[in-house]
């Protein structure tokens, strides 16, 4: 059903799980005996942050945020808002944000100054990244997949709020756009 609307799959099911396990052994090295908050921007997050927990092998604690800098469509506003807070007091700690996506940097630059500047310390795991849709610098410490600057979809993103539950990332066909 979904899947006609589908111009090639950039990273596949298969992929996504194989990398998910390598990065939750990294993440288990890293933050065991730390209790870290894992932190996920809703909404694109949660396939992926519910993938990668199982292969954190340590007490973490999880929340969520959801802030918003794209109000449809395939084109970021540059601007970006919270709209909702985490319920976990955070200063003093570890926090990993657990994002879909790095386009231009503007939401991940956002949420580590705001929880930063609330004392908490801050790293980032996403799984795509896009570095050619830079414009602010902020970087993750932990990438799942480097891809193209391409408009993805799947496994989280999504294109006017559909595709978030495809398997897989993949490539709209242009006809979905101009619909
Ligand atoms: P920025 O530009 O702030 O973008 O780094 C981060 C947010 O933008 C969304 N985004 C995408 N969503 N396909 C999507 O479905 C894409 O190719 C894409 N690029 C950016 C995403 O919500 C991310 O959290
Ligand atoms: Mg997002």
Redesign the pocket.
């Known amino acids: 059903m979904l899947e006609k609307d589908i111009e090639k799959v950039l990273v596949s099911e298969e992929q996504i799980r194989v990398r998910s396990t390598e990065l939750g052994e990294i993440l288990t090295a890293e933050y065991e005996g730390k209790n870290p908050l894992v932190l996920g921007?809703l909404r694109?997050?949660v396939p992926f942050m519910a993938e990668l927990i199982k292969h954190i092998d340590c007490h973490m604690e999880m929340d969520f945020m959801t802030v918003s800098?794209?109000h449809g469509g395939?084109k970021?506003s540059g601007e970006?808002k919270l709209i909702m807070d985490v319920d976990t007091a955070i200063r003093g700690r570890d926090i990993l944000i657990v994002?879909?996506?790095?386009?231009?940097?503007?939401?991940?630059k956002y949420l580590k100054e705001l929880l930063e500047h609330r004392g908490a310390k801050v790293k980032i795991v996403t799984l795509?990244d896009?570095p050619e849709?830079r414009?602010v610098d902020i970087d993750a410490q932990w990438t799942g997949f480097t891809i193209p600057n391409?408009?993805?979809?799947g496994f989280g993103?999504?294109?006017d709020n559909n595709y978030r539950n495809l398997p897989y990332v993949g490539v709209l066909k242009e006809e979905v756009y101009s619909k």
Do not use: A
């Open positions: 921007i694109g997050s800098s794209y395939t970021s970006v994002e879909d996506i790095i386009d231009t940097g503007r939401t991940l795509l896009k849709g414009i391409e408009f993805v979809v993103l999504d294109y």
